[in-house]
């Protein structure tokens, strides 16, 4: 009876066993992608990728070895898993440096070599996986579970695996020491606690082979399965941690954007292959190989998640994320969602002007909007030719002139509206409001308009004011945006700096963008040879032109000329200078800011357009750009 009891408990534990298993390679699969798509630039970022990749290639062997597959199969998947194994101490060694680097500590050499070697020295046991010598045959029946024979060598990286994973959590120790704001200590103890979470995940599989795995099979799946479940959640936090390295955008657009991929990719995932392995188990217990409800599980699931979470995304980042700035942010996404876009005005008023021509059976009609001295059109409804737009100005001065402001009058065939401003209630009665544009309709063989006619058509006109007044409005907001929009970016990214090292970061300016970098780049190759794109340059600022100053006596110009070069020699292929594909991006560069030569010469030596010639440069500027930017991270971190 008891064996019974204890053989249905360890089914039910090994089959949850399976699922999280599966959960945990789609939760590490899709924060690999995430990683890949939004801050991939970042060191932390590109060291948790690989360790994402080795979780990725562990899990996802595992979660493939069922009963089904054939011996040979099965010893093919367990190598392979330890493709993923081995490769996870040098990777933890790897982000434990790059988050030290960034907590304000730089290697001064020793620390990068020891992350080479540590890199070497896998690649070593990997080619002894290979080989066969790290792991022996198959024990297609051992227990707890099929498994590799250990070997004196699987003792040895064992060895290897606890020491480099000790050695990391010395450096994320020595990071956390260095955080100075709440903030910082804060993530740095969730990337902490999130780091075990892929040791422990492997921690199984160095198990496998040993004596207590095999005479307490029970004991080995539930610790195994306590493992699954807090790796699942591990990982996640480890993720979150991460997310804030090497972006400069607002706290909450990173926990929001992190939220929602893992609701629509993990979970939703997670959740339909769960569902689907246990409606195909219980078929199978009912005596059913085939069961109809699995694909029916998994599609429900997936719409039903995709549906709950469209409908609760609003709610969850109103009170999950929004915090005190709650009503600031909720006003801000109601303008966004009513934001009158120039396709919406022009919509809204070809509607008031088809409802005008339909009132008075007019031919053609326009809107006409005052942007500062001068009228623009903004739409014309029916026959275009009947409006003599060279003339518009005209009607301006009939206006201004101040005995048409507030009736219609002709203007050729036109009856034409001026179209004024709302009055407001701190304003007289006879005060004139701002004019804001015309509407013009065009008459029929000199007809004139009844006075119900009048009235509707001054209704309209008051339809379209509104909405030239919005876009007056709107306009303001747009120039103010873009006018704080510098000084924002700035503040956003010395908030990022600060993030985890505000004595470092604070002090200097931060790395510009690279976009921002092109351009001060291509004004500054401009001017090659002397002027002030080149001296006054925003790139004087950058560290590794203050360095090379001291190379050249003090000289910014020579300096800036050294850099540029430098940077225009790493675009240059291997091998001696030709006129081929792989050479045009630095042709380019060499023609047309170097030797300074015209744009119909070097199109012609080129044997291309100057159309062509533009985009290409554009490409090769960039590369300049990406090159002066690496440079740059790389001296900030010798300093």
């Given at each position: 009876?008891?064996?019974?009891?204890?053989?249905?408990?360890?089914?039910?534990?090994?089959?949850?066993?399976?699922?999280?298993?599966?959960?945990?390679?789609?939760?590490?699969?899709?924060?690999?992608?995430?990683?890949?798509?939004?801050?991939?630039?970042?060191?932390?970022?590109?060291?948790?990728?690989?360790?994402?990749?080795?979780?990725?290639?562990?899990?996802?062997?595992?979660?493939?070895?069922?009963?089904?597959?054939?011996?040979?199969?099965?010893?093919?998947?367990?190598?392979?898993?330890?493709?993923?194994?081995?490769?996870?101490?040098?990777?933890?060694?790897?982000?434990?440096?790059?988050?030290?680097?960034?907590?304000?500590?730089?290697?001064?050499?020793?620390?990068?070599?020891?992350?080479?070697?540590?890199?070497?020295?896998?690649?070593?046991?990997?080619?002894?996986?290979?080989?066969?010598?790290?792991?022996?045959?198959?024990?297609?029946?051992?227990?707890?579970?099929?498994?590799?024979?250990?070997?004196?060598?699987?003792?040895?990286?064992?060895?290897?695996?606890?020491?480099?994973?000790?050695?990391?959590?010395?450096?994320?120790?020595?990071?956390?020491?260095?955080?100075?704001?709440?903030?910082?200590?804060?993530?740095?103890?969730?990337?902490?606690?999130?780091?075990?979470?892929?040791?422990?995940?492997?921690?199984?599989?160095?198990?496998?082979?040993?004596?207590?795995?095999?005479?307490?099979?029970?004991?080995?799946?539930?610790?195994?399965?306590?493992?699954?479940?807090?790796?699942?959640?591990?990982?996640?936090?480890?993720?979150?941690?991460?997310?804030?390295?090497?972006?400069?955008?607002?706290?909450?657009?990173?926990?929001?954007?992190?939220?929602?991929?893992?609701?629509?990719?993990?979970?939703?995932?997670?959740?339909?292959?769960?569902?689907?392995?246990?409606?195909?188990?219980?078929g199978e217990y009912f005596g059913s190989s085939y069961n109809a409800f699995v694909p029916l599980?998994?599609?429900?699931?997936?719409?039903?998640?995709?549906?709950?979470?469209?409908?609760?995304?609003?709610?969850?980042?109103?009170?999950?994320?929004?915090?005190?700035?709650?009503?600031?942010?909720?006003?801000?996404?109601?303008?966004?969602?009513?934001?009158?876009?120039?396709?919406?005005?022009?919509?809204?008023?070809?509607?008031?002007?088809?409802?005008?021509?339909?009132?008075?059976?007019?031919?053609?009609?326009?809107?006409?909007?005052?942007?500062?001295?001068?009228?623009?059109?903004?739409?014309?409804?029916?026959?275009?030719?009947?409006?003599?737009?060279?003339?518009?100005?005209?009607?301006?001065?009939?206006?201004?002139?101040?005995?048409?402001?507030?009736?219609?009058?002709?203007?050729?065939?036109?009856?034409?509206?001026?179209?004024?401003?709302?009055?407001?209630?701190?304003?007289?009665?006879?005060?004139?409001?701002?004019?804001?544009?015309?509407?013009?309709?065009?008459?029929?063989?000199?007809?004139?308009?009844?006075?119900?006619?009048?009235?509707?058509?001054?209704?309209?006109?008051?339809?379209?004011?509104?909405?030239?007044?919005?876009?007056?409005?709107?306009?303001?907001?747009?120039?103010?945006?873009?006018?704080?929009?510098?000084?924002?970016?700035?503040?956003?990214?010395?908030?990022?700096?600060?993030?985890?090292?505000?004595?470092?970061?604070?002090?200097?300016?931060?790395?510009?963008?690279?976009?921002?970098?092109?351009?001060?780049?291509?004004?500054?190759?401009?001017?090659?040879?002397?002027?002030?794109?080149?001296?006054?340059?925003?790139?004087?600022?950058?560290?590794?032109?203050?360095?090379?100053?001291?190379?050249?006596?003090?000289?910014?110009?020579?300096?800036?000329?050294?850099?540029?070069?430098?940077?225009?020699?790493?675009?240059?292929?291997?091998?001696?200078?030709?006129?081929?594909?792989?050479?045009?991006?630095?042709?380019?560069?060499?023609?047309?800011?170097?030797?300074?030569?015209?744009?119909?010469?070097?199109a012609g030596r080129l044997a291309m357009s100057e159309a062509d010639l533009y985009r290409k440069?554009?490409?090769?500027?960039?590369?300049?750009?990406?090159?002066?930017?690496?440079?740059?991270?790389?001296?900030?971190?010798?300093?």
């Amino acid at each position: 009876m008891f064996f019974g009891w204890s053989d249905n408990l360890l089914a039910v534990i090994q089959t949850l066993n399976q699922i999280l298993t599966a959960g945990i390679a789609i939760t590490a699969f899709s924060l690999f992608l995430y990683a890949l798509t939004f801050n991939l630039r970042d060191r932390v970022a590109r060291s948790f990728a690989i360790i994402l990749l080795c979780v990725v290639v562990v899990f996802t062997t595992e979660a493939l070895q069922n009963e089904t597959i054939p011996n040979w199969g099965i010893e093919l998947l367990l190598r392979l898993q330890w493709f993923g194994i081995v490769f996870l101490p040098a990777a933890y060694l790897h982000l434990s440096d790059a988050v030290l680097v960034t907590a304000g500590r730089p290697s001064r050499g020793r620390r990068r070599f020891a992350v080479r070697g540590m890199y070497v020295i896998s690649a070593i046991f990997l080619s002894l996986v290979a080989a066969g010598v790290l792991l022996g045959p198959l024990v297609s029946d051992g227990q707890p579970a099929p498994h590799l024979e250990r070997t004196f060598w699987t003792e040895v990286f064992t060895l290897f695996y606890v020491s480099a994973m000790l050695w990391a959590g010395v450096n994320f120790a020595r990071a956390y020491r260095r955080m100075l704001t709440r903030s910082g200590r804060r993530r740095m103890l969730y990337l902490m606690a999130g780091a075990t979470a892929p040791a422990l995940g492997s921690y199984p599989y160095l198990m496998f082979g040993s004596s207590m795995a095999a005479q307490t099979p029970l004991l080995f799946w539930s610790a195994a399965l306590v493992i699954n479940v807090l790796v699942a959640g591990l990982v996640v936090v480890m993720a979150y941690a991460v997310a804030f390295f090497g972006v400069s955008w607002p706290d909450r657009l990173v926990k929001s954007r992190l939220f929602k991929w893992i609701m629509r990719g993990p979970v939703t995932a997670s959740a339909a292959l769960a569902l689907m392995t246990v409606v195909r188990r219980g078929g199978e217990y009912f005596g059913s190989s085939y069961n109809a409800f699995v694909p029916l599980a998994v599609v429900g699931t997936v719409l039903l998640l995709e549906h709950t979470i469209t409908l609760a995304a609003p709610l969850w980042e109103r009170w999950l994320f929004f915090g005190r700035d709650r009503a600031e942010l909720q006003l801000l996404q109601n303008v966004e969602e009513r934001l009158l876009t120039q396709g919406d005005l022009q919509q809204f008023l070809e509607a008031v002007l088809a409802a005008v021509r339909d009132h008075l059976q007019s031919p053609s009609a326009f809107v006409a909007a005052l942007d500062g001295d001068e009228l623009s059109l903004i739409v014309v409804a029916g026959k275009r030719s009947l409006l003599d737009q060279d003339n518009l100005p005209e009607v301006l001065e009939k206006v201004e002139d101040g005995a048409q402001m507030q009736k219609e009058f002709l203007w050729g065939d036109f009856w034409v509206l001026p179209l004024h401003q709302r009055r407001r209630g701190d304003l007289d009665r006879d005060e004139l409001t701002p004019l804001l544009g015309l509407l013009g309709v065009a008459r029929r063989d000199h007809e004139t308009m009844e006075h119900d006619q009048r009235e509707a058509l001054w209704l309209l006109a008051d339809r379209a004011a509104l909405a030239l007044e919005d876009r007056q409005l709107q306009q303001r907001v747009f120039r103010s945006l873009e006018d704080i929009q510098p000084g924002v970016e700035m503040i956003q990214r010395l908030r990022a700096a600060g993030r985890y090292d505000t004595r470092a970061n604070m002090l200097a300016e931060p790395p510009p963008q690279e976009a921002d970098l092109a351009n001060w780049v291509k004004d500054a190759l401009t001017h090659y040879w002397g002027g002030p794109k080149l001296t006054n340059s925003p790139l004087m600022k950058l560290r590794i032109v203050q360095d090379l100053m001291h190379d050249y006596k003090g000289n910014a110009a020579n300096a800036m000329r050294a850099l540029l070069r430098k940077a225009v020699d790493q675009v240059k292929p291997a091998g001696d200078r030709r006129f081929t594909t792989e050479w045009i991006l630095y042709n380019i560069l060499e023609m047309k800011f170097i030797e300074g030569r015209k744009v119909r010469e070097v199109a012609g030596r080129l044997a291309m357009s100057e159309a062509d010639l533009y985009r290409k440069q554009r490409v090769a500027v960039e590369a300049v750009a990406h090159a002066i930017l690496e440079m740059e991270s790389h001296s900030l971190e010798l300093n």
